[in-house]
C-alpha cells in the first residue's frame, strides 16, 4: 500500500480524504436529530456518493495493472465510468437538497427535465465500455483518451445541476437564512470549479473528490449539526408562535369591532330616544336628568367609536378619506 501511494503521490489527498468522508459520514449517523428529516436523508445520500467517488479515484490507477484482454478492459472502463457515475449521483442530491432545504416546489416539467438529464448521464456512462463515447483505453501507452461525449457526458450534467442549483438558490435567496445563503453559494462555486477545471487537465490530475469533499465539509458544518438542526427547530417554533400570537390579535381586533358595532346601534336609539324626551317634556326634572343622560351617552359613544377605529387599524380595516 505504502508503495502504491509513493508511486501515486497525485492520490495522497484522495486518500485522505476518505478518511475525511468517514468521519463525516460516522458523525452525520450519530448526531442526526432527526433521522426521518428530508434534507438529512438527502445529504446522507450525497455523502456516500462523495465517499464512493473519492474511492473510485483511488482505486482507479490500480486499472491500469489489469491484462489487457478484452474481458479485463470492459472491468477497466467501468472502473473509471463510475467516477462519472458516482459524481453525477452527487450533483443530482445536491439539486435534491437544495430544493428540500429552500422549500422551492418545482413545476413537473422541470422534475422531468433533471430527470431526464440524470438518465441521460447514466445510460451513457454506463454503457461507455461498450461505445466508447465518454472515453476510451489507449492499450498501446496505457492511457485513456477522451471521446466525442467526453464533456457532453462526463461534464455537462454536473455543470446542468450546478445551473438548476444556482437557479434555485436565486429564487429563495430572500427565505434563506444568511448562514444557509454563504453554505449554499460556496459549494455551487465547488461545484462549478470542479466542472471546468477537471476536464482541462485530461485525467492528469483528479479535483472532483477534493472539490465535493469540501462542499460536503462546508454543508455538514454550517447545516447539519445537530446544534444547528436544533437552532432551526427553535426558530420554527419561534415562528409558529409568532404567527399564533398575530393570528390571535387578529382575532381580537374582529371581535372587537364587531362588540362595538353591536354597542352602539342600541347606544344611538338610547340618545335618539332621549332627543324626543328633550324636545317634548315640559318637567324641569325630568329635562335635567335626559340632558344627563345625553351627556354621559354622547362620551360614551365617543370611546365607543374610538375602540372601534383601534380595533380597524389593527384589523388592517381603517381607512383613510379625503373630504
Do not use: C
Amino acid at each position: 500500500m505504502i508503495d502504491y501511494l509513493l508511486t501515486n503521490v497525485k492520490i495522497s489527498y484522495e486518500v485522505a480524504a476518505i478518511f475525511f468522508d468517514l468521519v463525516i459520514v460516522i458523525f452525520m449517523n450519530m448526531t442526526a436529530s432527526d433521522p426521518n428529516r428530508l434534507t438529512l436523508r438527502t445529504f446522507r445520500f450525497m455523502a456516500y456518493s462523495v465517499l464512493l467517488v473519492t474511492l473510485s479515484e483511488v482505486l482507479a490507477p490500480l486499472d491500469l495493472l489489469l491484462p489487457r484482454t478484452p474481458g479485463w478492459g470492459i472491468l477497466r472502463d467501468y472502473i473509471e465510468s463510475s467516477q462519472f457515475f458516482f459524481e453525477h449521483m452527487v450533483l443530482f442530491g445536491f439539486a435534491l437538497y437544495i430544493t428540500s432545504l429552500t422549500g422551492f416546489k418545482p413545476p413537473k416539467w422541470l422534475k422531468g427535465i433533471n430527470s431526464a438529464v440524470l438518465l441521460y448521464a447514466m445510460i451513457l456512462v454506463l454503457s461507455n465500455p461498450f461505445l466508447h463515447l465518454v472515453f476510451s483505453f489507449d492499450s498501446d501507452n496505457s492511457v485513456f483518451v477522451s471521446g466525442p461525449f467526453y464533456i457532453w457526458g462526463g461534464y455537462l450534467p454536473a455543470v446542468y445541476f450546478g445551473l438548476y442549483s444556482l437557479m434555485v438558490f436565486a429564487i429563495m435567496f430572500r427565505n434563506m437564512m444568511v448562514r444557509e445563503r454563504y453554505a449554499i453559494f460556496f459549494t455551487i462555486m465547488m461545484i462549478f470549479l470542479e466542472s471546468v477545471l477537471q476536464p482541462s487537465l485530461q485525467g492528469k490530475l483528479k479535483l472532483v473528490a477534493l472539490f465535493t469533499s469540501l462542499g460536503l465539509f462546508i454543508l455538514y458544518l454550517s447545516l447539519e449539526t445537530s446544534d444547528y438542526q436544533r437552532l432551526v427547530a427553535t426558530q420554527e417554533k419561534l415562528m409558529e408562535a409568532r404567527e399564533e400570537a398575530a393570528s390571535a390579535n387578529r382575532a381580537k381586533s374582529v371581535f372587537i369591532a364587531s362588540m362595538s358595532h353591536e354597542i352602539r346601534t342600541p347606544m344611538n336609539a338610547i340618545l335618539g330616544i332621549n332627543d324626543i324626551i328633550l324636545q317634548n317634556s315640559r318637567e324641569e326634572n325630568i329635562l335635567g336628568y335626559s340632558r344627563y343622560m345625553k351627556k354621559a351617552g354622547t362620551s360614551l359613544l365617543n370611546i365607543i367609536n374610538d375602540v372601534l377605529d383601534v380595533s380597524k387599524m389593527e384589523a388592517g380595516q381603517f381607512t383613510i378619506t379625503e373630504d
